[in-house]
């Protein structure tokens, strides 16, 4: 008996870390995100490994948050405890969690099934190490190998009756911000400064220069860029692409003169 109710004692402590893919797992249509949270929340919960009391950290992750799920919906997840990250990659989110969380304790992801197939050598280490996984996607193709885990289908957690939880939402306390930027590794003091953030210049440039280094794109040739947006990421593009024609061309200042670079982008040519 005692050694049922110290089982028990110790599950009411562990805590659990979801990773919520927001661009691949949206807040269905007609949904309220609050009640969404819920459901993750009892998911977590019915498996057993997280009971009452237990502390639930939640990153909502998505690539383009300020339209999916919108500002609206940033702003009510933000305001019960909901991390905001932007970006697609969450890998190191998991060891930093560890890091600071000794093992038992639960590890939830929800993502797409490919995306979670890329994982499946990471979570076989946590699982190895003694963390407890559970997992939750959209759909998958029948043919694919299961997961070695409980695992949920991302609409099935929305089909039961309204169930209440007895955790507790905290912020993860191995980030340095509830709300980051992982394209540009901004860490924003609050929720407006990351929104401005996301709308910022910086930002879309940041972007485009993850865009372009992930796909190779030549930034030398000027027909590449997506200048007309507006003068000042025009102007970021341009300095950008000079500095790349001169690097390439392998002239450089001194005693054989100044730097030519093979094209300029003329500001004038903008659309703003």
């Not at 893919?21 to 929340?41: F, Y």
């Not at 405890?81 to 000794?102: C, R, T």
């Not at 911000?177 to 003091?189: I, L, N, Q, T």
Request: aromatic content about 8%.
């Amino acid at each position: 008996m005692e050694g049922g109710m110290n089982q028990i004692e110790n599950m009411a402590t562990q805590k659990a870390i979801v990773l919520w893919n927001i661009s691949s797992c949206p807040i269905p249509d007609g949904h309220d995100p609050l009640m969404v949270v819920q459901r993750i929340q009892a998911a977590v919960e019915k498996s057993g490994y997280v009971r009452r009391n237990g502390e639930i950290s939640i990153t909502a992750i998505g690539d383009k948050l300020t339209e999916v799920p919108g500002e609206d919906v940033m702003r009510r997840l933000s305001s019960i405890g909901i991390a905001l990250k932007n970006g697609d990659e969450y890998q190191m989110d998991l060891y930093n969690w560890a890091d600071e969380n000794a093992p038992p304790g639960t590890m939830m992801l929800i993502d797409g099934h490919e995306q979670l197939g890329w994982l499946a050598e990471t979570l076989s280490e946590f699982e190895d190490m003694g963390f407890r996984i559970l997992l939750a996607y959209p759909h998958r193709d029948p043919a694919a190998t299961p997961f070695p885990c409980k695992q949920w289908d991302w609409a099935a957690l929305f089909s039961d009756e309204q169930e209440t939880t007895t955790t507790s939402l905290v912020v993860n306390s191995s980030v340095k911000s509830p709300w980051f930027c992982e394209v540009c590794f901004v860490a924003a003091p609050s929720l407006e400064d990351f929104t401005t953030h996301l709308k910022s210049v910086k930002h879309a440039y940041g972007e485009w220069d993850r865009h372009a280094s992930k796909n190779n794109v030549d930034r030398t040739d000027p027909a590449n860029l997506p200048f007309g947006l507006s003068n000042e990421l025009d102007l970021l593009l341009n300095q950008d692409m000079v500095r790349r024609q001169m690097l390439t061309s392998g002239r450089r200042r001194g005693p054989l003169g100044p730097l030519r670079p093979r094209l300029t982008f003329n500001l004038t040519h903008s659309k703003y």
